[in-house]
């Protein structure tokens, strides 16, 4: 099963889990399985259509799947998928 | 500004940098020729700026429109206690002064905007952006990209930091990596979601070293390199980012080719913009409150907001625990939410309104907009 790295901003829609473990064959499918497992992620990860918010980028391994195969890239055991969610902070 | 020689003093005070041979007498005048602008002086532009000013850069420019606040020095370690209350900007070329007089202070007093940018930013070799707050972020890029200025990022929020160098020779933007921001307040600031003091420390001086490489031409830099940092885990690592083709800014068709409108591009709302029906203007609520009126007043900011600053009549209901709270709230009777500019108290409304509260109403612009 690939492993899901959560970033601290979304931990709180996971009971504070960093890593989750899912199943699927692709990164598209690990993320729809992600969401199902925690539904408040759902609406964080993916528009009304299902596709991945544009300001939401996912990374298979050190690689931005939008320069792979986007959400059909191949997952396989041990892979590590990362979020990797807009943040803003520095000043204030 | 360049004498193209150090002075014995200069020559005793960078001496563990002249014995490296990546620096020498060399390096040191570059550095010394060198203008760094720093984007805000707060949690990461504190550390940027000391270490800059303490590592010889000849010119630190400095943007900032902020005065220090108490809640500042649990992260922002170039101001100081009895620093509460004046300008950052006073504050942090104090704080230079005294420990590298020899540094030249550009103060550029105000926000960095989509009129003075280009302008600000032509006068310096590279920029570290240090701002809170995506609008700031996306015109930094835009400039940097339009200037060819490299950009020194970072960002924090809680315990994890990001970190890259953008608009550096052939390497990606800020725009390649996030072509679009986030809807207003579904990424809190660090004002609302908190931030780990020592954070902004490792963050900035991350920063600060990609500046130094910069100015010194030596190392290789985090250009299309991502790093993330989470401190809670205390993990480091490493993203390869890409210059997107398809880049509004830095791609091979460009669209944007001016500074845009960077409040509408990030979904703020305009404060000129006329009201909205459900929105009400802070001196409208002054005059209810002078008039006796009979309405219920709520803040929906966090409790350390509420006790910097707060309207007196108004109680204390966190976004979050407003679910919860509802039970408690009078709904026969005209309802007033504000937070700190409008998108929460927005969001609060809405989940008023679906809850069957009919008469309910935003406060435009929040505290912020406020005039006691």
Not at chain 1, 5 to 29: C, D, H, Q, W, Y
Not at chain 2, 211 to 223: D, I, N, Q, R, S
Not at chain 2, 259 to 269: A, K, S, T, V
């Amino acid at each position: 099963m690939p492993k899901i790295l959560i970033p601290s901003p979304l931990r709180k829609f996971t009971g504070n889990a960093a890593e989750v473990a899912v199943a699927g064959a692709t990164v598209g499918e690990a993320l729809k399985n992600l969401a199902e497992m925690h539904p408040e992620l759902r609406t964080q990860i993916f528009t009304d259509e299902g596709k991945i918010r544009s300001f939401v980028n996912v990374y298979h391994n050190d690689e931005d799947i939008r320069f792979l195969d986007k959400e059909a890239t191949a997952a396989a055991d041990g892979d590590v998928v990362t979020l990797v969610p807009s943040i803003a902070g520095g000043a204030r | 500004m360049s004498t193209g020689t150090l002075t014995n003093e200069e020559l005793q005070r960078y001496s563990r940098h002249l014995i490296l041979p990546e620096v020498g007498l060399e390096g040191q005048l570059k550095l010394k020729d060198s203008k760094v602008l720093l984007v805000g002086t707060g949690g990461l532009g504190a550390p940027l700026a000391l270490y800059l000013a303490a590592a010889g850069v000849g010119t630190i420019g400095l943007v900032d429109f902020d005065t220090v606040d108490s809640s500042n020095l649990q992260r922002q370690v170039i101001h100081g206690t009895s620093d509460i209350g004046r300008k950052k900007l006073d504050s942090a070329e104090d704080s230079i002064r005294e420990l590298n007089p020899n540094v030249r202070v550009v103060r550029h007093e105000g926000a960095l905007t989509s009129e003075n940018a280009l302008g600000i930013i032509a006068d310096y070799d590279v920029v570290a952006d240090g701002t809170d707050n995506f609008p700031t972020r996306y015109l930094v890029n835009d400039a940097c990209v339009m200037l060819g200025k490299p950009n020194a990022y970072g960002s924090i929020f809680r315990f994890d930091g990001q970190a890259s160098v953008f608009a550096h020779e052939d390497g990606p933007c800020y725009r390649c990596l996030y072509p679009e921001p986030p809807p207003p307040g579904l990424v809190p600031s660090c004002a609302e979601g908190g931030v780990l003091g020592v954070l902004p420390g490792v963050i900035g001086l991350i920063q600060a070293t990609e500046v130094v490489k910069l100015l010194l031409g030596v190392g290789e830099t985090l250009k299309g390199r991502l790093l993330l940092y989470d401190a809670l885990n205390m993990r480091f690592r490493e993203l390869k980012l890409r210059r997107n083709a398809e880049c509004p800014v830095c791609g091979d068709n460009r669209t944007i080719t001016k500074l845009i409108d960077y409040q509408e591009f990030c979904g703020m709302p305009k404060t000129n913009a006329p009201l909205e029906s459900g929105e009400i203007l802070p001196e409208d609520v002054n005059a209810m409150i002078a008039r006796g009126d009979d309405f219920i007043l709520i803040d929906v900011r966090e409790p350390h907001e509420h006790q910097a600053r707060n309207i007196p009549q108004a109680r204390l209901i966190p976004l979050g625990t407003l679910p919860a709270q509802l039970g408690t709230i009078d709904g026969s009777k005209l309802i007033v939410v504000h937070c700190k500019a409008g998108m929460r108290s927005a969001k609060a409304c809405t989940l008023l309104r679906e809850k069957g509260f009919g008469n309910v109403l935003n406060v435009k612009g929040g505290i912020d907009a406020w005039k006691v």
